[in-house]
Structure formats: C-alpha cells, structure tokens
C-alpha cells in the first residue's frame, strides 16, 4: 500500500491502482492518515521549493571560530541532508508539473476530446455533449453542455456556468467546484453544482455533506445528502433536490453506448414515419419553434438536441394542440426526465378549456404516487374500476428515485371506453370506463397550469399526440428506437 501511496503523490498511479487505493482508504483508518500524514510532508515540501532560496539582502551568519568540531560536522551534515531534500524536491516539483488536474474518461457528442485527453488549466466551452472527468485523486466529474469551465487545480475546479455532478472518494476529499456566486467544498460525497445563464447558482447533495460558501460575504452552511440550496448572499434560500437536472456518473456509459449503437439515428427515421403518419395531431420536438411560457432551454436525450426544463411553481409552456375537434380515439407519447417533486400532481399537458360545460377535454398528468393519470372532463369510471379517485390511474411509478429518461405512452378509445397505459414501451395497465366523451384539445400547457397544485420538475424531450389508438407493438417500437441507454 505505500507503493500506491508513493505512486498517487508522484502523479503515476493508473486508474486501476487509483481504484484499489480508494477501496483500501474507505476499509481502513489508518491507511487514511497514513496519506494524510504524507500529503501534509508534501504540502510542507511545497512550502519549502515555493520561498527556497535567500530574500534580497538576506545574509548568512558566520559561525564563530570557537564551534567544536562536532558541532561543525553536524552542520556539514544537517547541510548535506539540506540539499539532498531540495534536490529531491525539485525533482517532486517537475514531475508533479507533469500531472494534469483531469483526464478524459468518457465523451458523448463532444468532439475535442477523446478518452485519455488531459486537461491542465485551460478553459473549456462545451457546446454540446456530456463530458466525464477524473481528476488526480480520483474524482468523477461529469459536466453537461452547454458549460464553460477551468481546472485551477486537480482539486478545484471553476463552473462559470453549466451543471456537473461529482462523485468524490475519501482520497479526493476537500474537491471545490467554485461559481461566480460561491463555492462547494466537498466533505467525501456526491453532489450536484447548477450555474445557470440567469439566477443563482445551486448545489444539490445527493450523498455525504458538502460545505456552501457564498463568494459575498464568506458564510458558510453544511448541506447533508437530500438538501440543496440556492448560492446567494445569505444562504438561506432552500432549493428542492432535483437529481434529474444531472447527468450521473453511472448513467453516462450506458447513454454513449446508445450513440455508439445508432440509437439516434433509429429515433430520427422513428420520427420520420410518425411525421408522415395520417392519424398525427401534433409533433412538438421543441427543437425548431420556441412556445410561448416560462421554462429553461437545456439539453435533451442527444447531445446538442434542445429541451424545455420546468423548474420553478410558474414554470409553463403555452400550446395549440388539435384545434377545436374531437378525437374518439387518442394516443399521448413523450419523452420525459423528472423528479419527484409534484405539488402533488405534475402535468405533461392540460387543456384550458375544462369546466362542467365542455367534456372531453384532457388532463395528462403524474399523481402524488408517481403513476400515471389520464382525466377526461366529465368522463366516469366503470363500476369495477380499481381506482379510488375517479380517474383512469397506471399501476407502476413512472419517476425513478434518481432521474432518468423515461418514455411514457397513454391511449384512449372513446367507442371501447378503454384507457390503457404504457411504462418504457411495455402495457402496465387498462382501465374501462361507463362514460366516455370524445377527447377534446385545443390550448393547452406543459407544467404549471392555474392551479396551484399542479406543476413539472424536469425536462420534456419529445411530445407526440395521434387520434388513433397505437397497438402494444407500435408503442414498444417508439420506446426502443427513442432510447437514448443501451
């Protein structure tokens, strides 16, 4: 083990002796301050090589004639080993020069780097794609466009905006992801920093604890995993933990094994022959007409492809869907990346036109068990019904613990009163009702409707509305030609 901790202090440990030193680190206390101890000799060192060295107009006191010789050849001694010491330092120095602060782990969509760049200083302006870093302790960083950053140091790292998620073993504690409204220094854990175009910057703590410093007047507050809080000059400004709004260490091999598989190029032809499709209502990919509301424009499932994110209670984007007609069949498709956070009902599109006077119209939401919900004014549920609240329910949460991107379905039959819904491309669950009006669109939202209790964490990729009902298979196929995993 003091081989690798030799090799970490020199800058030449591998990625897999890296791995197996955090592991030891984590098992044993002693190794701890074993490194701790080395780290300290080595800051000290630092210290040494920084002012080694006379000051200007220093000089060196002669030693009186009478010292013994003794004394004298300690000092030749103490002299020597001097020396020694600083051209050992000198040595440490340069080869410590050497080391980047990160290297290239993974690259989706990012054309300037490759696995196995490094990165020292530099500024860099990531415009699209998702990039995953490992610093020198062994630090995972994985930062998503559209991001500016600079490595100050292989433990520090400046977001001038951008959102990146770390993820900090025991060797790399004290990690500080420094905005322009503060900074988050680590304290051995996983955390989310947001830098947004406008707004204060976020830090959200998945796991550990992580130390908030406003940049205004220094305060400081200790958030815990679950907590997240808005840098600002206070630091009282308590934010919801949105781990949906970060791209995941865990989560980033299995979305560039998606590009590398084509999965992008399947979802483009997917697209193309539900554009064509007689039956297609609406096709809102968001990437070319800019609606109407209050959201954020971030990155979707592929890299450089555009979003709507819904953040805050009044967050909402305004559509013109269908028109003033009625569908007796309807399917609901989307592409969606949320978090648990409805108030208590999360709504992927609601019509403006409900009240007792005009049935049918359409109410598409997530309910506080984290099911779906398709409500239909004035619709009623047939008597054997399992759903307690009067509305057609899926069985199975659709919101991962940490966010995911998620492909949900829905279909309606007027004529068979039948609403059935689909979870990632597989049937979870049908419903049958006694009453069933014709479906009825027009003006609708996305998010925050005028309600209080209804709003959306998260982004929306994709939102595809038919008036005919897709079969179990066509449903499956949109889900595994959208994937954005493998």
């Known amino acids: 083990m003091e081989n690798l901790?030799?090799?970490?202090?020199?800058?030449?440990?591998?990625?897999?002796?890296?791995?197996?030193?955090?592991?030891?680190?984590?098992?044993?206390?002693?190794?701890?301050?074993?490194?701790?101890?080395?780290?300290?000799?080595?800051?000290?060192?630092s210290s040494i090589a920084a002012g080694w060295g006379l000051d200007e107009g220093e000089k060196i006191e002669s030693f009186p004639s009478r010292?013994?010789?003794?004394?004298?050849?300690?000092?030749?001694?103490?002299?020597?080993?001097?020396?020694?010491?600083?051209?050992?330092?000198?040595?440490?120095?340069?080869?410590?020069?050497?080391?980047?602060?990160?290297?290239?782990?993974?690259?989706?969509?990012?054309?300037?780097?490759?696995?196995?760049?490094?990165?020292?200083?530099?500024?860099?302006?990531?415009?699209?794609?998702?990039?995953?870093?490992?610093t020198a302790r062994g630090a995972k960083v994985v930062i998503e466009a559209p991001a500016e950053f600079r490595w100050e140091s292989e433990q520090k790292l400046y977001l001038m905006s951008g959102r990146l998620a770390a993820d900090v073993p025991p060797a790399a504690k004290g990690f500080t992801v420094i905005t322009p409204d503060g900074e988050a220094v680590d304290l051995g854990t996983k955390f989310g920093v947001d830098v947004?175009?406008?707004?204060?910057?976020?830090?959200?703590?998945?796991?550990?604890?992580?130390?908030?410093?406003?940049?205004?007047?220094?305060?400081?507050?200790?958030?815990?995993?679950?907590?997240?809080?808005?840098?600002?000059?206070?630091l009282r400004q308590e934010r919801e933990l949105r781990s949906a709004a970060f791209i995941h260490s865990d989560e980033v091999s299995e979305l560039s094994a998606g590009i590398a598989a084509g999965q992008r190029m399947r979802a483009a032809k997917a697209d193309d022959?539900?554009?064509?499709?007689?039956?297609?209502?609406?096709?809102?990919?968001f990437e070319t007409t800019r609606h109407p509301g209050v959201y954020r424009v971030v990155?979707?499932?592929?890299?450089?492809?555009?979003?709507?994110?819904?953040?805050?209670?009044?967050?909402?984007?305004?559509?013109?869907?269908g028109g003033d007609r009625s569908f007796s069949q309807l399917t609901l498709s989307a592409w969606v990346r949320l978090d648990r956070l409805g108030a208590p009902y999360q709504s992927l599109l609601h019509t403006d036109g409900w009240s007792r006077d005009n049935p049918g119209q359409v109410h598409w939401m997530i309910n506080q068990n984290a099911t779906m919900r398709l409500a239909l004014n004035s619709n009623t549920l047939d008597p054997g019904a399992e759903e307690k609240h009067g509305y057609p329910d899926s069985r199975t949460p659709v919101l991962p613990e940490r966010g995911r991107w998620v492909h949900l379905a829905v279909t309606y039959d007027a004529e068979m009163k039948v609403v059935r819904f689909f979870f990632n491309g597989?049937?979870?669950?049908?419903?049958?009702?006694?009453?069933?009006?014709?479906?009825?669109?027009?003006?609708?939202?996305?998010?925050?409707?005028?309600?209080?209790?209804?709003?959306l964490s998260g982004r929306i990729d994709q939102l595809v509305i038919l008036g005919?009902?897709?079969?179990?298979?066509?449903?499956?196929?949109?889900?595994?030609?959208?994937?954005?995993?493998r």
Request: proline content about 4%; hydrophobic content about 45%.
């Open 468 to 485: 005919r009902v897709l079969q179990d298979e066509e449903v499956q196929g949109l889900y595994e030609s959208g994937n954005p995993y």
């Open 299 to 321: 990155q979707g499932r592929w890299p450089g492809s555009v979003a709507p994110e819904f953040v805050n209670v009044g967050d909402h984007m305004s559509l013109d869907v």
């Open 196 to 234: 947004p175009r406008e707004g204060d910057s976020e830090i959200h703590v998945f796991e550990g604890e992580v130390i908030a410093q406003s940049s205004n007047d220094g305060e400081r507050q200790s958030l815990k995993g679950g907590e997240a809080l808005a840098l600002n000059e206070d």
């Open 426 to 455: 597989a049937f979870d669950k049908e419903t049958k009702l006694k009453v069933a009006h014709p479906a009825r669109l027009g003006p609708a939202q996305i998010g925050n409707w005028d309600r209080n209790d209804r709003k």
């Open 5 to 45: 901790i030799d090799r970490y202090v020199a800058g030449t440990i591998s990625d897999s002796e890296m791995d197996e030193l955090n592991a030891h680190l984590e098992q044993v206390p002693a190794a701890r301050d074993e490194l701790v101890d080395v780290l300290n000799l080595d800051s000290a060192l």
């Open 67 to 134: 010292c013994t010789t003794g004394i004298r050849a300690l000092i030749a001694f103490g002299a020597a080993a001097v020396a020694v010491l600083a051209l050992f330092f000198v040595f440490l120095v340069s080869a410590k020069n050497d080391v980047p602060f990160a290297t290239v782990e993974n690259g989706i969509g990012v054309e300037a780097f490759a696995k196995g760049d490094v990165l020292f200083n530099d500024e860099v302006v990531l415009a699209a794609g998702t990039l995953e870093l490992r």
């Open 273 to 285: 022959l539900l554009r064509s499709d007689p039956a297609l209502v609406a096709f809102i990919d």
